[in-house]
């Protein structure tokens, strides 16, 4: 059972940048596909962005397509969303999650997720 914890999350005006990362432990982080996905207040968890077992594949939301870009090193255990040109729609709890299965977009075919990082956007 792998488990994660994100960090990098905080504030930031509009047009800036941050990048999140999801530490992985427990086991190796090469079994997993792993997501991006955030949830905002009052709004449904949506999807961000997933990568493949060896990072040859990936895939992101509409919104977000040239603003943010998902990479991962499996040496360190540990996957990253670099997020540019943010937008107060951006705004929201951020969460990572990993299958040794599933790579796609549907969050219930995620088995485990990590506790959240908050981005907030400022206008």
């Known amino acids: 059972q792998v488990q994660l914890v994100e960090s990098g999350g905080g504030l930031v005006q509009a047009g800036g940048s941050l990048r999140l990362s999801c530490a992985a432990s427990?086991?190796?982080?090469?079994?997993?596909?792993m997501g991006w996905f955030r949830q905002a207040p009052g709004k449904v968890r949506e999807f961000v962005a997933a990568?493949?077992?060896?990072?040859?594949?990936?895939a992101y939301t509409n919104s977000v397509k040239g603003r943010f870009t998902i990479s991962r090193d499996n040496a360190k255990n540990t996957v990253y969303l670099q997020m540019n040109s943010l937008k107060p729609e951006d705004t929201a709890v951020y969460y990572c999650?990993?299958?040794?299965?599933?790579?796609?977009?549907?969050?219930?075919?995620?088995?485990?997720w990590g506790q959240g990082t908050q981005v907030t956007v400022s206008s």
């Open positions: 990568i493949s077992w060896g990072g040859g594949d990936s």
């Open positions: 427990g086991h190796t982080l090469s079994s997993y596909a």
């Open positions: 999650a990993a299958d040794q299965y599933y790579y796609g977009n549907y969050p219930h075919e995620y088995d485990y």
